[in-house]
């Protein structure tokens, strides 16, 4: 069993443009999360969603959009990219919300530049 | 919202030593709380959790404490061993949808051989 497969593992990408990072999970989780981490700062919340069809926004949500057309995949799209959002962007899922387990993908680390 | 403290941001013991990491949390609500390890270059796994009708639960030589009235709970780690070395990350949540799981800030863990 994969898990949480991410990609790309790693990218370098020009300021101002589009990038989307890929997510997808064989666990049939219903809710999915996305999480940029930085150093000092933890793990801060960019968006998740509880199940296929609905997305919520977290802590950081401004210049990243996320969508969830089915159970298993979960794209990030920067629409616009800018420096500050170098930096490791984690995809997780859980059983369900709230109080279960998170499962972690490997991350992706993305460079603006 | 919820709000997690974690201390110490770094932590550095020698081999056989103890390591205590400390979280904080502000939601009454929260009733589960997991720590996480992430090793170098990859996602966080969890190691051990605890749920708000215990307070205290042990795996081998990390252990968990929870003190429901004074919001704490804590990470305990016996006889430290090198490959103990990581990033430590508590959270807090509660059960249902609208509770999305809030991390500490992390606490990096060094084991001197």
């Known amino acids: 069993i994969a898990g949480i497969t991410q990609a790309p593992t790693s990218q370098i990408l020009a300021a101002g443009r589009r990038m989307t990072l890929r997510c997808t999970q064989d666990?049939?989780?219903?809710?999915m999360y996305w999480y940029r981490q930085d150093l000092g700062l933890g793990l801060r919340l960019i968006h998740y969603s509880n199940t296929a069809g609905t997305t919520g926004k977290g802590e950081v949500p401004d210049g990243y959009s996320v969508s969830r057309a089915n159970t298993d995949d979960f794209p990030l799209t920067l629409a616009s990219a800018v420096p500050s959002q170098t930096s490791v962007y984690f995809c997780?899922?859980?059983?369900?919300?709230?109080?279960?387990?998170?499962?972690f993908g490997e991350g992706s680390w993305l460079t603006v530049v | 919202g919820e709000n997690v403290e974690q201390h110490p941001s770094t932590l550095s013991v020698q081999e056989g030593d103890s390591a205590v990491i400390k979280c904080t949390y502000s939601?009454?609500?929260?009733?589960?709380f997991p720590w996480y390890k992430q090793e170098l270059g990859k996602g966080p796994q969890l190691i051990i959790d605890?749920?708000?009708?215990?307070g205290e639960k042990k795996d081998q030589r990390i252990a968990v404490t929870l003190n429901k009235t004074a919001k704490h709970f804590s990470l305990h780690i016996t006889e430290t061993q090198p490959e103990d070395s990581a990033v430590y990350f508590c959270a807090a949540t509660a059960s249902g949808g609208s509770y999305i799981p809030t991390f500490g800030r992390g606490t990096s863990l060094i084991v001197h051989p």
């Open positions: 997780a899922s859980s059983a369900q919300p709230g109080g279960n387990t998170i499962y």
């Open positions: 666990m049939r989780h219903n809710a």
């Open positions: 605890i749920r708000s009708n215990v």
């Open positions: 939601d009454s609500a929260s009733n589960y």
